[in-house]
């Protein structure tokens, strides 16, 4: 199975409904996060990521875009300001320089390990085969490293085009990581592709349906073709190319895949406004088209990305 969609988001003012922060983090970096894979996959190949590449990874969340850069050689830094559960997961995923030692968390089969290495003299974070991994939370320019070379690389993986105004937090998050950036580094912005490519697409409308008249504020909207490059546009990033990647999500059964699919938080407004019961009922008959006859749950989906450059 290819293990997951877009981490959650914070629901509007007012209307979240209570959720056990740590089992939701939980959730999502062992059922949810490993659907994007394909797509990390597909920009690390484009952009020949490996030694050398020192990256930023903005809203970095348990921290597995990281970790599989890491892998290939490059160091790391992940930045995020929003979820001290996930940014957890990512210290223990990333810094723990013993894995399976007493209090390491178990990460999810098929997920790719750092590579155990020399440590470089002063570093700070773990070694890698090209360098150091750090975890930080807060704005991209709590990431700052006076002493340490700037970044060649920045990524927000996060996808837009699901969530009203999902891409207006992205453009100060990009303002604030361009300072840190090299003249020329690459940034990745990624996206949902087509709502008619996107079988997810049908269950988030569950979300949007239930959570109005809260839609407003923080509900799912379908895809445009220009979003990345209007984020691009806005701000003064340079287009260098584009691409679409499958992303199919895959649960071992219906309950993985509403677990896997809540803790994005994404139908927090649906809950708080028609309460967990009718959305899980909901949930799981949206989900029921997608079921195989082994009880396994699939859904296609296609992903953009685009790459842009700091001018």
């Not at 659907?35 to 990521?49: F, Q, S």
């Not at 007493?102 to 470089?120: H, Q, V």
């Not at 569950?206 to 809260?214: G, I, N, Q």
Request: net charge neutral; hydrophobic share 40%.
């Amino acid at each position: 199975m290819t293990p997951t969609l877009v981490r959650q988001h914070t629901p509007h003012a007012g209307a979240a409904p209570h959720v056990d922060l740590r089992a939701r983090a939980r959730d999502w970096s062992e059922i949810q996060e490993r659907m994007l894979v394909p797509l990390y996959e597909a920009v690390y190949e484009r952009l020949d990521l490996g030694d050398g590449t020192r990256m930023l990874g903005l809203e970095c969340g348990s921290g597995l875009a990281l970790l599989m850069a890491a892998a290939r050689g490059a160091t790391v830094t992940g930045v995020d300001s929003r979820s001290p559960e996930l940014l957890a997961l990512a210290r223990r995923r990333l810094l723990s320089r013993t894995p399976g030692a007493p209090g390491t968390p178990e990460i999810p089969p098929g997920t790719p390990e750092i590579p155990e290495g020399p440590r470089p003299h002063g570093a700070r974070g773990t070694g890698t085969r090209g360098g150091t991994a750090r975890i930080v939370q807060g704005s991209p320019g709590d990431a700052r490293d006076p002493s340490a070379p700037a970044f060649t690389l920045v990524t927000a993986f996060e996808p837009i085009g699901c969530l009203a105004g999902d891409s207006d937090g992205l453009g100060a998050l990009l303002d604030g990581a361009a300072p840190l950036a090299a003249r020329g580094a690459a940034v990745v912005l990624a996206g949902w592709g087509p709502p008619e490519r996107c079988a997810t697409t049908s269950v988030l409308r569950v979300a949007t349906r239930l959570a109005d008249p809260l839609r407003s504020a923080g509900s799912w909207r379908p895809a445009l073709r220009d979003d990345l490059e209007e984020v691009a546009r806005r701000t003064r990033l340079r287009p260098d190319g584009s691409g679409r990647v499958a992303c199919p999500f895959g649960y071992a059964d219906a309950r993985s895949a509403a677990r896997g699919l809540l803790s994005t938080g994404l139908f927090d407004a649906a809950i708080a406004a028609a309460g967990q019961e009718q959305v899980d009922k909901e949930l799981a008959e949206a989900l029921h088209p997608y079921r195989r006859p082994d009880g396994t749950v699939w859904m296609p989906n296609v992903f953009r990305y685009l790459i842009a450059r700091i001018p």
